[in-house]
């Protein structure tokens, strides 16, 4: 096993101090790549909204990233899976709700990234309706369906600001900050899957409520600091990157090197279709505050249907 430090055979109290240290650990770990990447990416003159969406996003995805391999590896698929779609649907709920609140413009600079999540959606649907175990070519595919999405949103660099000043910028800490990533990783997955075993909780579930949420709140946290800020294109940009990271790249990874039980939450890829295809309409239409109950009214409405089935 990679940092195998944690047993899954402890009292649950130690359980749950395990998970907040190593939620700790994955914060803090998280905060020190953002702000490397953040200078990395000032200093190769990469437009803001690149910035969000590739930099800065894998900031903020990457102790999800950590989590969501590890328990892949570990064969732990459930995990994995409802990690990944739990981070993906908390983002983007807070982030279409709380939209339309501070940006009434509209913005189909972001059209490719909603049409290409949606695509992704649907590509993970067909493919949990045709197999049971995921082949490991599938995560190819996912792979580039990320590089289409790179290689598409390429622009020119914008113009130097001779006023600005660079910030410390250390290879070394984002060594450190990656190799905390690991080990808190490791923990939290370990873990979980003892708390899902403990309370006879599904894997899926605990991943999707415990890792999933807590993962989610880097993207939330970057996001009310980018509103906080003004800088609209970055704000959006980290979004709609983390989420591509998420639903296309990492999705690949996983399934290249271990397990993704696609069918142990299937109800959470038809709910991100459809928060994609709400962010689609979003980016053609000019935003009014009344907007903000769409993603809330839908995701409540779909709830019920689902519980009532």
Not at 246 to 254: D, E, P, R, S
Not at 269 to 276: H, N
Request: charged share 15%.
């Amino acid at each position: 096993m990679i940092f195998s430090i944690i047993v899954i055979t402890v009292p649950v109290p130690l359980e749950l101090i395990g998970i907040i240290l190593a939620l700790i650990s994955l914060y803090l770990g998280g905060d020190s790549f953002l702000d490397n990447a953040r200078e990395f990416g000032n200093r190769r003159r990469i437009s803001p909204k690149s910035i969000g969406a590739y930099l800065l996003s894998l900031g903020a995805v990457i102790d999800e990233f950590s989590v969501i391999f590890v328990a892949s590896f570990h064969r732990y698929g459930e995990i994995s899976f409802g990690t990944l779609q739990g981070s993906n649907i908390i983002t983007l709920v807070i982030f279409l709700a709380v939209l339309p609140l501070v940006f009434s413009n509209s913005y189909r600079k972001f059209l490719r990234d909603g049409i290409i999540l949606l695509v992704a959606s649907a590509i993970l649907e067909i493919i949990s309706l045709l197999f049971e175990v995921v082949p490991w070519y599938i995560g190819i595919i996912m792979a580039l369906l990320f590089l289409v999405y790179m290689y598409t949103g390429r622009g020119k660099a914008p113009p130097i600001e001779e006023e600005y000043v660079h910030m410390e910028y250390s290879p070394i800490s984002m060594l450190v900050a990656l190799i905390i990533l690991g080990l808190a990783s490791e923990a939290i997955v370990n873990y979980t899957n003892g708390i899902s075993i403990d309370f006879n909780v599904s894997p899926f579930i605990s991943g999707f409520i415990v890792t999933g949420v807590a993962g989610s709140l880097p993207e939330i946290i970057m996001f009310y600091l980018g509103i906080k800020k003004k800088e609209q294109d970055i704000t959006l940009g980290i979004v709609a990157g983390s989420t591509m990271y998420k639903a296309t790249l990492i999705m690949g990874i996983t399934m290249l090197f271990g397990i993704v039980d696609l069918r142990a939450g299937e109800w959470s890829i038809y709910l991100m279709i459809l928060l994609s295809f709400i962010f689609l309409i979003f980016t053609l239409i000019k935003m009014r505050k009344a907007m903000l109950a769409i993603p809330v009214v839908a995701t409540a409405i779909f709830a019920i249907l689902y519980l009532l089935a």
